[in-house]
C-alpha cells in the first residue's frame, strides 16, 4: 500500500489539482493508497510504525518540501520505499534524480553562525540567499516571477570579497555575486549551474561567480540555463570538495533548497547521511 503525502501550502497552494490527478491515476490502475496532509502527520515515523501495512511512499512537492522531510523526519530510519514526484514551482532537485530513476542520495548539513539545518540539493550564501527571499515573498510565484525578483536583488545587491574553505584549501574571492554549493545540477527552476554535480557521491560542487559587475553578472545567469557559464573562465570558478565553509563580511541571506535564513556570515558544510529516493514514474506502475 502507498501512502501518498502531499503539502497543500505548495506552489502557492495551487497544489491539489496535481495531487488529484495522483489519486485518480491510483485509482485507475487499482493502486492500494492512504492520501494524507503533511499539516495531519505530525510524526511520519511514529504514523509509519502505527501503519504496517505501508510500503511504499510518495512525496508531492517541491524543493522546499523535500527540504522540510529531510529536517523533520528521520528519513534514514524509515524502511519504505521513498518515491518523490514534483507538486511546486520548484523542482530542481527531482531534475537530477531522475536521470538516476533511484539512486542513494547525499543529505548534507549547513551549519551557521546562528543555526543548523539540512539540504539536499544545494544552498548558497549572499546574492542567491536574496533571490530566494524575494522569491519567498512573492505572493505570484513561477518563472516569471523568479527573473523578476533576480533583476530585483540584482539592483540591491552589493558585491562582496568572500572566503572560502574547500577541504583545507583557502581561497579568496573579489566582487563575488553567486556562491553556490551544489549536490544537484540545477537551481532557479532549471539553471544547470552545477554541470558536474553527482548527489550520489560526497563531494560538492561550488560555483563561485566573481569579478562582476552587475551588467555582467546578467550575462552570466543566461549562460548558467545551457551550463555554458563553466567557459567564463576569469569570472567564474568552479571548485568541487567535502568539506566546505564560506565566510562572508557582512550578516546575509543564506538559501538551502530554497528556505532562506537570515543574518548569516558564516557557513560549514559537510555530507552527514545518505537515503536511497526514487523518482516516481508513472509508467512504472500502468496496469
Known amino acids: 500500500m502507498f501512502l501518498i503525502i502531499h503539502n497543500p501550502l505548495s506552489s502557492n497552494k495551487k497544489s491539489k489539482k496535481t495531487t488529484m490527478k495522483y489519486v485518480k491515476f491510483f485509482k485507475k490502475n487499482n493502486i492500494a493508497f492512504l492520501l494524507r496532509s503533511t499539516l495531519k502527520i505530525d510524526n511520519l515515523n511514529n504514523y509509519l510504525e502505527k501503519n504496517n501495512k505501508i510500503t511504499d511512499i510518495l512525496f508531492l512537492g517541491g524543493d522546499g518540501s523535500i527540504n522540510y522531510l529531510i529536517n523533520n523526519v528521520e528519513i534514514t530510519k524509515i524502511k519504505q520505499n521513498i518515491y518523490l514526484a514534483k507538486s511546486g ?152 570538495g567535502t568539506n566546505i565553509s564560506i565566510e562572508h563580511p557582512n550578516e546575509t541571506y543564506f538559501q538551502a533548497d530554497g528556505e532562506v535564513m537570515g543574518n548569516i556570515n558564516k557557513v560549514e558544510i559537510k555530507p552527514i547521511e545518505k537515503r536511497v529516493f526514487h523518482a516516481f514514474r508513472k509508467k512504472e506502475f500502468k496496469k
Open 89 to 240: 514551482s520548484g523542482n530542481d532537485f527531482l531534475r537530477s534524480l531522475k536521470k538516476y530513476n533511484h539512486a542513494e542520495i547525499t543529505i548534507g548539513e549547513a551549519k551557521t553562525n546562528i543555526g543548523t539545518t539540512k539540504f539536499i540539493n544545494g544552498c548558497g550564501l549572499g546574492f542567491d540567499g536574496l533571490v530566494c527571499h524575494y522569491v519567498n515573498n512573492d505572493s505570484k510565484k513561477g518563472k516569471l516571477s523568479y527573473f523578476l525578483n533576480v533583476f530585483k536583488a540584482i539592483i540591491k545587491y552589493q558585491p562582496v570579497e568572500i572566503d572560502l574553505n574547500v577541504d583545507g584549501k583557502l581561497y579568496h574571492f573579489k566582487k563575488v555575486f553567486v556562491s553556490a554549493i551544489q549536490n544537484g545540477s540545477y537551481f532557479g527552476g532549471g539553471m544547470k549551474v552545477a554541470p558536474g554535480a553527482n548527489p550520489t557521491d560526497d563531494k560538492y560542487i561550488i560555483c563561485v561567480g566573481h569579478n562582476l559587475s552587475k551588467l555582467f553578472l546578467q550575462l552570466v545567469l543566461v549562460t548558467i540555463y545551457p551550463g555554458w557559464h563553466k567557459a567564463l573562465k576569469k569570472r567564474v570558478t568552479m571548485l568541487s
